[in-house]
């Protein structure tokens, strides 16, 4: 079955500094990839998302790179603000519908 | 749109009790829908997989006989702890597709449950 890592598992970055965040998977049939935001206690939000026939695609301060050879993408949050502070999860659905979850990243944004 | 809710957001119950999680699609008809567990500084971990009118599918490791889910509608899918135990307590959420998109999943707010 489809396994995803990510790392690191936490960063601290300071404020108007960039952030990436790397995930890779191992199922080559998986073909959507999402990023989800978790504050503490609450719902994961989507804040962006990948398919497999697009390398790149960005909104505003954050983008996401994929790339299928190597089975790796990435987010990237430019100009990060102390907002965008909380935990960040990579996923991967192979065909099936499922998601299969990376194991998280804590993002610090210091002021 | 695409908006799904869950009840009851917490619950604290009593060891060998069972505990009912409802989860609904408000405003669209879920085809499928998913329930995770999710232990502190951990990630979400499916539990199983659930589609209007059959049997869940659960995920290597999850006990069916202890984790009962019901998917009788296309807004509606209960989870059950039977025989809850202190190690049971966990934050659960459910997410449901059908909505738009596919593969897009929407998540309920979770439901925080406390197993004394």
């Known amino acids: 079955g489809e396994n995803v890592e990510q790392h690191p598992s936490t960063l601290s970055v300071q404020e108007g500094d960039s952030a990436v965040i790397k995930c890779t998977y191992s199922?080559?049939?998986?073909?959507?990839f999402p990023w989800y935001k978790q504050e503490l206690g609450k719902r994961p939000q989507l804040i962006i998302d990948i398919r497999s026939n697009v390398g790149e695609k960005k909104d505003q301060r954050i983008a996401v790179t994929l790339n299928k050879t190597a089975k790796h993408f990435s987010l990237h949050i430019t100009e990060t603000q102390p907002e965008d502070s909380a935990v960040y999860f990579c996923a991967a659905s192979p065909n099936t519908d499922k998601l299969i979850f990376g194991t998280g990243t804590r993002l610090q944004v210091f002021p | 749109g695409a908006v799904v809710s869950q009840h009851p957001s917490w619950v604290i119950c009593k060891s060998g009790t069972s505990v009912k999680i409802e989860c609904r699609s408000l405003?669209?008809?879920?085809?499928?829908m998913f329930w995770y567990r999710q232990f502190p500084k951990q990630s979400l971990m499916l539990m199983a997989t659930s589609n209007e009118g059959s049997k869940a599918t659960y995920e290597q490791g999850v006990e069916k006989d202890k984790f009962l889910i019901n998917h009788a509608s296309l807004t509606l899918s209960t989870l059950t702890v039977t025989s809850a135990h202190p190690e049971d307590s966990s934050f659960y959420i459910c997410?449901?597709?059908?909505?738009?998109?596919?593969?897009?999943?929407?998540f309920g707010p979770g439901t925080r449950l406390t197993v004394l």
């Open positions: 405003d669209f008809q879920a085809t499928t």
């Open positions: 997410s449901a597709t059908g909505g738009r998109g596919y593969n897009e999943q929407f």
């Open positions: 199922d080559s049939a998986s073909n959507y």
